[in-house]
């Protein structure tokens, strides 16, 4: 690490701007904290130039106006000051983990990694390298949800999708996997849009380390955001005082990444209630797709008990929804379900993806701090000010919305085409608890929301049967049972991530 500048000058501001006075000595990390402590970021950002141009070979400058930059979410000047800080100083591991975040974002996974790897080589059993570690574990979990070119159907392959997955008849009737098109009024989808992506960094970024917000039943909403999933539920004729909240998060990811399959679960647990698989998953889950990029969204007929993580061990049934600007899916809260990436055929791979998750809750409420109520206002104690202010509404423009929202028209309910044939499923998807590929239609028939609106529903257990029967090479049950210890993996984890 480079050492500290003999030379220390006071950080000043311009005469007459609000702000420390010129000549008063400070220490600079310390007085960019004040300053933003303060909301003053064009001064701290002032601070930062005059100390770098006094100091040309001092890295702490530049690190320090990225982090000014990070606060004011100017994602392309966080990752121009970290370059230019490791120029300066190569082994500064804060500097690396910025950076990856920027790459991150940009779809740069590679650079992304990189910069990761180079944080856990100098920051060994640190706070920086547990964040990358943690960091660079999800990301490949999610860079292996991806849609394969190869067709698994094979007859062990058919035999476990026909024999473990306990036949459409083994848990009642098939959960309401529902869809609509135009969700939300146009006026209202507009203001969720322009604000989605400041609210998807205020939650990576927020000192309160939430990873999900809360909206109380009692609560009033404040963000066009909190609106628009209150109103969503007017689609399932239901009130949002049915429930006793709303979870919610946005995602912004690169279009050629998916999301490795998992439960929603409350991650702190839930207000009152004793850890259970049922206690810790909300009544319903649901996506608001915002833009037409990436790949679908998977939900399988799988739930996890207290004896398995995956019951039944393999699915009966499997929906996919195509990605689609206004497009709202719901489903149970407990079904297993991941998002499908095209990888290397994705038509923008770098694009941005962005949804917004509502999940809503009706016995529960998910315990903090994993959960909690944003204060969009600030970023305190770090700073006072924060670009999300800017989207917290008034209460007559509320109002305004809610009127439009009660008079809304123009959602399109869609229902699914069922696909019963191994045929019609030559491709796959791998799925990391499963121990081969999960069948799936091409690409073509996934991302095609103009043919059968990109919403289908795949019948394994139909179309493992007449696989066999194409073949000759049925197996019974009763044979095949003593296998399931083999194959699949009986693991009683209530929670993933």
């Not at 008849?169 to 322009?194: N, T, Y």
């Not at 709303?246 to 050629?256: D, F, G, V, Y």
């Not at 207000?271 to 909300?282: C, F, K, Q």
């Not at 919403?455 to 296998?483: C, D, K, Y």
């Amino acid at each position: 690490m480079e050492p500290f500048p003999k030379r220390r000058r006071s950080c000043s501001v311009e005469p007459g701007e609000k702000g420390v006075l010129q000549g008063e000595p400070a220490d600079l990390t310390s007085e960019v904290r004040r300053l933003l402590a303060e909301g003053l970021l064009h001064q701290a950002a002032a601070c930062c130039e005059r100390e770098a141009a006094l100091f040309p070979k001092w890295s702490q400058p530049w690190f320090l106006r990225g982090f000014v930059h990070d606060v004011a979410h100017e994602h392309e000047q966080v990752a121009s000051c970290m370059r230019r800080a490791l120029e300066l100083d190569p082994s500064r591991a804060d500097a690396w983990l910025f950076l990856a975040e920027c790459d991150y974002r940009r779809g740069d996974f590679e650079g992304a990694f990189r910069a990761f790897d180079e944080v856990c080589h100098l920051d060994p059993g640190g706070p920086a390298a547990q964040q990358a570690m943690a960091d660079q574990a999800l990301l490949r979990r999610n860079l292996r949800c991806v849609f394969v070119h190869r067709n698994v159907w094979q007859p062990e392959t058919a035999q476990a999708l026909l024999n473990f997955s306990g036949g459409p008849d083994a848990r009642g009737a098939s959960p309401a996997v529902r869809l609509w098109d135009a969700a939300l009024p146009e006026e209202l989808f507009g203001l969720v849009r322009e604000s989605v992506d400041d609210l998807c960094v205020w939650r990576t970024k927020s000192p309160a380390k939430m990873n999900t917000f809360w909206l109380d039943r009692s609560a009033e909403p404040r963000t066009a955001t909190e609106l628009a999933g209150r109103a969503l539920l007017r689609l399932l004729g239901q009130d949002h005082k049915q429930y006793r909240g709303i979870e919610w998060w946005c995602r912004n990811q690169a279009a050629q990444m998916g999301a490795h399959f998992h439960y929603d679960t409350a991650i702190s647990g839930c207000e009152g209630a004793a850890v259970s698989p049922e206690s810790l998953r909300p009544t319903l889950s649901s996506v608001l797709y915002l833009g037409d990029v990436g790949g679908p969204t998977m939900i399988l007929n799988q739930v996890a008990t207290s004896q398995a993580k995956l019951f039944p061990p393999m699915p009966d049934r499997g929906w996919t929804v195509a990605t689609r600007r206004n497009r709202w899916l719901v489903f149970p809260g407990n079904l297993f379900h991941g998002a499908v990436s095209f990888g290397a055929n994705e038509a923008q791979p770098t694009a941005p993806r962005f949804v917004i998750l509502f999940n809503f809750w009706a016995e529960h409420r998910p315990a903090a701090p994993s959960c909690q109520a944003p204060n969009f206002q600030d970023y305190m104690p770090v700073c006072s000010v924060s670009p999300t202010a800017r989207h917290l509404l008034p209460d007559n423009r509320i109002e305004e919305l809610q009127r439009l929202v009660q008079v809304q028209r123009n959602a399109t309910e869609l229902h699914p085409s069922e696909l019963c044939s191994a045929k019609d499923m030559p491709r796959s998807v791998i799925v990391e608890d499963f121990p081969f590929g999960l069948p799936l239609p091409v690409s073509e028939v996934l991302a095609a929301t103009g043919i059968c609106g990109g919403f289908l529903s795949l019948n394994f257990h139909s179309a493992a049967a007449s696989f066999l029967e194409g073949t000759g090479q049925r197996v019974w049950i009763s044979l095949l049972r003593p296998l399931a210890p083999k194959l699949f993996c009986s693991s009683s984890s209530l929670t993933t991530t």
